[in-house]
């Protein structure tokens, strides 16, 4: 098999096949809620901290990657502000549902769809890009997503999110949930010590990417519930031009001050344009927020992204209409 044509497969079995399962499962009861949260707070704190911990083990902080980290978070907080600055999330007079608007406006599915579509697209520099992209864009759901979940949990008793802040920080930030904020910390000190990452993590590394798509995807498959789809659904469309069509067009226009490089320039665009994020799913979950608002744009994005926005990308390169290599 052709190594385009494997990638190609990725798709499919790293992120269709476990969504799929999850949701069987959901439909003849071979996991129950507790046993979800469970698989869902496993990745968290056991296999993202691993392979956060890897990942900077041995990151190449060089002059010319400086600029993903900016991007990471441009990525999420671009579309806030413009959904803040338009009053989006008013059409919500619920609480907890303005909320789980905001929050599935933030993250991006740039790790795992992003990073295997720039894989296929420019090979293995895209997918590193996607890589450094993706660590620090954990670094939202720990410091924005999670203390947004935990402020509109507790039904805003206290509005002013600057003052939540100030007097909940410490129950915010000290949980388990941060621990790959710790191995952040320990990887870029190894690496920095000059310690050598030993050879044989490297196909640890590689498995538990597979591990965390399946351990991540299959309690988004059991979340799926198609019947708050149509309620929620037209009421989040205003995401799709927000994110993936304003987002990555003008992240080009700030790339262009940054790099030349021509396949850095293509990954950012792709990576910029990918659908809303199973990140806001899991914070939903972890802090009881309304799933299936969040679940209506994350369906119809990725729908949009896997049938019609990806294929134009693919064309667009195949024509060098698209930066390519």
């Given amino acids: 098999m052709e190594d385009t044509t494997l990638r190609m497969v990725y798709?499919?079995?790293?992120?269709?096949?476990?969504?799929?399962v999850g949701y069987t499962a959901k439909r003849r009861r071979w996991l129950t809620p507790a046993q979800t949260n469970w698989l869902i707070r496993?990745?968290?704190?056991?296999?993202?901290?691993?392979?956060t911990l890897l990942s900077f083990w041995v990151l190449p902080l060089r002059m010319d990657l400086l600029s993903l980290p900016f991007f990471a978070f441009f990525n999420g907080l671009l579309p806030l502000f413009v959904v803040l600055l338009l009053g989006r999330q008013r059409k919500f007079t619920d609480f907890v549902d303005r909320g789980s608007y905001l929050i599935a406006a933030i993250p991006a599915n740039t790790g795992m769809?992003?990073?295997?579509?720039?894989?296929?697209?420019?090979?293995?520099?895209?997918?590193?890009?996607?890589?450094i992209i993706g660590v620090f864009q954990n670094l939202l759901m720990f410091f924005v997503l999670f203390p947004m979940?935990?402020?509109y949990q507790?039904?805003?008793?206290?509005?002013?999110?600057?003052?939540f802040f100030r007097n909940n920080w410490q129950a915010i930030f000290i949980n388990w949930n941060q621990l790959s904020v710790v191995a952040i910390f320990i990887g870029i000190g190894l690496h920095a010590a000059g310690v050598p990452r030993p050879a044989v993590f490297t196909p640890v590394f590689q498995a538990l990417v597979h591990v965390s798509a399946w351990v991540a995807l299959i309690p988004v498959g059991y979340l799926i519930d198609f019947s708050h789809f149509k309620a929620y659904a037209a009421k989040t469309l205003d995401l799709i031009p927000i994110k993936m069509i304003l987002t990555p067009l003008v992240s080009y226009f700030v790339a262009l001050l940054f790099t030349s490089d021509p396949v850095l320039l293509g990954t950012i665009i792709i990576v910029m344009a990918t659908p809303c994020a199973i990140n806001a799913l899991i914070t939903e979950r972890l802090y009881d927020l309304n799933v299936n608002l969040a679940m209506a744009p994350f369906i119809t994005t990725q729908l949009l992204y896997i049938l019609i926005l990806y294929p134009a990308f693919y064309l667009l390169v195949s024509f060098g209409i698209l930066p390519f290599k």
Avoid at 154 to 163: I, K
């Fill in 11 to 20: 798709i499919f079995t790293d992120i269709i096949v476990p969504m799929l």
């Fill in 42 to 51: 496993f990745n968290i704190i056991v296999v993202v901290t691993v392979l």
């Fill in 113 to 131: 769809l992003g990073g295997l579509c720039c894989y296929i697209l420019y090979g293995e520099m895209a997918y590193a890009y996607v890589q």
């Fill in 149 to 151: 979940g935990y402020y």
């Fill in 154 to 163: 507790h039904g805003g008793r206290e509005h002013n999110f600057f003052v």
